[in-house]
């Protein structure tokens, strides 16, 4: 094979691939439809969540609604791009027992691709329409100027924010290989992502907020990237390099989540030892 | 004599299957500190920058109710999927025809496997409440009478719980999946029943939306019972309702395990 198509060929692969596996979610219609409306549903009832804490409480940790906003549409954009490109961790424990990783070890393709490959994540159509739909509504609210310079901030803060959430369940996935139990911490994340994600960390306590950031780095999904676009870089409780460093730290982070997985992929052992 | 031991037999599955993984243990209690101290954080920090009370609540009134609903979460968590025994798994595998070969009715095997899941979440949420009471996060009910009526109530919103995953679990036997609806379920009893905040502080439309649906009978009634949001002499009205779609619910899903055996097929038939 010439070595300067195989990129090209493995993006060919993986596009026919996952438009057969999007023909087999449509084997289940009602299963197909319910999937699209559980994205929505969720994105949804973060955005009732947020709307009702702004509602009811005078501001939170002194950022006003518009900015509050943009924490979520950023969170939610970056959570669904993280679920159709990378999010398939989820459900690897259930892999491992059924045995599918030793199959994928066999074929010629690598194992995280053939991961990634192995379904359609047909919730992602729901979760980025809503994401879309808040983003739009985010940035018409935001009262901030947006400059060249902020838009391409912005684009590098979502992707960072996906690869910040790919790196926590790619680590996630890479334990799952060796210990089944790891489902159970990759479905409270999620949870955790999902509920503290969306807004300001400096509603809690320093040690709380401290542990958000560097015990698990739930910030730089999007409060740092928003705090920093919003003008509240001074009060993020870190230095304003390192807030503004989220993208890159979002890169670095699942490059190492993915040297984990190599590693975690090499000791693998098994259902058949 | 010999059914005692048969429904102790068929409860324990899932708690044995548990006692005997102790790193979900671990999970599971470390996962319940982190998520209350973020709760507790979360409710006090909100309550700071406003008034003492909102929406009918005061601040501990809140807080309590968060940690309760937090904790409440254990009743409904257990993992039967990591055991092959969901209904969808045993549809998907053809096994589901043994359910129906077997001297132990599906209905009576399904309501036994619930019964030990939800009695062993019962004991991680009671330990859990006793941690909270101890150390003063959550407030002791205003009055034995209270107490009562909370305790009655939480009974009959685990039992229309209950018959709400049920009726999902039932779904797989026209549609085979069922695991969006699931999702869709926990998240809509996440938002309808008070888990992710109190039902009070959401809008008018959306507390009498959520009164036509089952899904604040499961945990905001005994819940805001609990803390005197609605008092022990408005308790009746609301036990009543619970009761009652206890009662609908029940007739609904006997029927449908009727009509789900006409659809079983053994061997090709």
Not at chain 2, 144 to 163: K, N, R
Request: aromatic share 12%.
């Amino acid at each position: 094979m010439d070595h300067r198509s195989a990129p090209w060929n493995a993006v060919r692969v993986a596009w026919r691939i996952t438009k057969l596996n999007f023909r087999a979610q449509l084997e289940y219609r009602a299963e197909f439809l319910l999937m699209i409306a559980i994205g929505a549903i969720w994105q949804v009832s973060v955005i009732v969540f947020a709307t009702v804490l702004l509602t009811r409480f005078s501001g939170m940790g002194g950022w006003d609604s518009a900015d509050v906003l943009l924490i979520a549409a950023m969170r939610m954009m970056a959570h669904g791009l993280f679920v159709l490109f990378l999010g398939r961790m989820h459900a690897l424990a259930y892999r491992v027992q059924e045995g599918v990783i030793d199959a994928f070890l066999l074929r010629p393709m690598p194992v995280h691709r053939q991961v990634q490959l192995s379904f359609f994540p047909t919730n992602a159509i729901g979760d980025l329409t809503v994401a879309v739909a808040l983003f739009i509504g985010a940035l018409v609210r935001s009262s901030q100027e947006w400059t060249a310079g902020r838009i391409a901030f912005l684009i590098a803060g979502v992707l960072g924010g996906m690869l910040v959430e790919a790196a926590l369940f790619t680590a996630m996935g890479s334990a799952s290989l060796r210990y089944p139990a790891a489902q159970y911490w990759s479905r409270w994340l999620e949870e955790l992502l999902g509920t503290f994600g969306s807004y300001p960390l400096n509603v809690l306590p320093k040690a709380l907020s401290w542990l958000l950031t560097f015990g698990l780095p739930l910030a730089f999904v999007a409060y740092f990237p928003a705090g920093v676009l919003t003008g509240h870089g001074s009060a993020l409780g870190v230095p304003m390099w390192l807030a503004a460093a989220s993208p890159l730290i979002g890169l670095g982070l699942y490059l190492l989540s993915r040297l984990l997985w190599s590693w975690s992929l090499k000791h693998y052992t098994g259902v058949n030892g | 004599m010999t059914a005692v031991p048969g429904v102790w037999r068929t409860a324990r599955i899932t708690p044995l299957g548990e006692l005997l993984t102790p790193p979900r243990m671990t999970g599971v209690a470390v996962q319940l500190v982190i998520q209350t101290v973020l709760v507790v954080a979360l409710w006090r920090g909100l309550y700071a920058d406003t008034g003492p009370t909102t929406a009918g609540l005061s601040r501990e009134q809140a807080v309590t109710y968060a940690v309760l609903a937090v904790l409440a979460t254990r009743l409904r968590e257990l993992d039967r999927y990591a055991g092959r025994d969901t209904v969808m798994q045993h549809m998907h595998f053809g096994t589901i025809v043994y359910w129906f070969l077997r001297p132990v009715s599906p209905r009576r095997y399904y309501a036994l496997r619930a019964l030990g899941d939800q009695l062993y979440g019962l004991a991680w949420a009671a330990a859990g409440y006793a941690v909270c009471l101890a150390v003063g996060v959550v407030q002791p009910p205003h009055s034995a009478g209270a107490a009562g009526a909370f305790a009655l109530s939480l009974l009959l919103g685990q039992w229309v719980l209950y018959y709400i995953m049920l009726l999902i679990d039932q779904l797989c036997f026209w549609t085979l999946r069922n695991s969006a609806a699931m999702l869709i379920l926990i998240f809509a009893q996440n938002l309808l029943s008070g888990v992710y905040a109190p039902l009070w502080y959401f809008p008018d439309w959306f507390v009498t939306l959520s009164a036509f649906l089952p899904f604040q009978a499961t945990l905001n009634v005994p819940l805001s019972v609990y803390v005197g949001r609605i008092p022990l002499a408005d308790a009746g009205p609301q036990l009543a309702l619970q009761a009652g779609w206890v009662v609908l619910l029940a007739v609904v899903t006997r029927l449908v395990w009727h009509r789900a055996a006409l659809r079983v097929v053994s061997q090709g038939g």
